[in-house]
């Protein structure tokens, strides 16, 4: 008698549930890393940084981090479309989607600086703002 057979069925069955607990944990651990809070203190500097924004380091950021959900236009695609930004959003509000994220966004706030969150909230504000 085989019993060959029957073994490779019980050991693929462990590593699928394998497999699945290793993808679950991955889940949940992304998942703890997102809604990063931002405190007003963080909202008074990030605004500070947006005074003086520097629009070329708000176009490379944008190219690296954020036109691949939201479309080198901003015209969306898995992120939201970026038209009219400038209505929807004060800056205020702007600069706290980016550090925290928002829906499928990833957080940004410990990612990126705060000279490129004030700098790639001005490019999209400027570039795909209808104001």
Known sequence: MNTAFPRRIVNAKRSRWGVFALALAVALGLASCGGTDVTE???D???QAFASADAALGSEVFGDSCSVCHGSDGSGGVGAALGGVDER???RNHLSVVWTGRGSMPPFGGILTDAEIAAVVAYQRSTFGDG
């Open 89 to 91: 959003l004060s800056i």
């Open 41 to 43: 203190a963080d909202l």
């Open 45 to 47: 500097r990030l605004e």
